[in-house]
């Protein structure tokens, strides 16, 4: 939950408004080609005018998520309302995806949520990365 009042007095924004270490749930044969990734998500702005939050989102890669780990994805981006997590969305690497939602918004607060995910659970046009491509004709026997 994001309090706007409390945005506009931090000058640099509310810190680690999401702080965890995820694992997504696969069968057991898989689950150990997906290990558990840190998520840390800051709020630096909100922009009344589109409705949209600025957001600072910081991704360790699988496997490690200590606090000294160089990330893999850090990045910094506006989210709103139709920003939806099946078309825009974040991609990271073993195949997965990351998205934020905006859930509700109203003049004095909005509720976000970060949702993680499976890339074949991405929009049907998504089309899959040459390196993603690679990786699974590499697996093939």
């Known amino acids: ?37 840190r998520f840390k998500l800051d709020v630096f702005g909100h922009d009344e005018k589109q409705r949209e939050l600025t957001i600072h989102l910081v991704i360790s890669p699988p496997g490690q998520v200590g606090p000294e780990v160089k990330p893999e994805i850090d990045g910094k981006f506006s989210v709103g309302y139709f920003d939806f997590p099946a078309i825009n969305n974040t991609r990271l690497s073993n195949g997965e995806r990351c998205a934020i939602v905006v859930r509700n918004m109203d003049e004095y607060s909005a509720r976000i949520s970060l949702v993680y995910f499976p890339a074949n659970r991405a929009g049907l046009k998504d089309r899959m990365y040459v390196e993603e491509i690679v990786d699974q004709m590499s697996k093939i026997k």
């Open 1 to 37: 939950m994001i309090d706007f009042e409390e945005l506009k007095t931090k000058p640099a924004g509310i810190p680690n408004l999401i702080n965890e270490v995820v694992r997504l749930r696969y069968p057991e044969a898989e689950a150990i080609r997906h290990p558990e990734r």
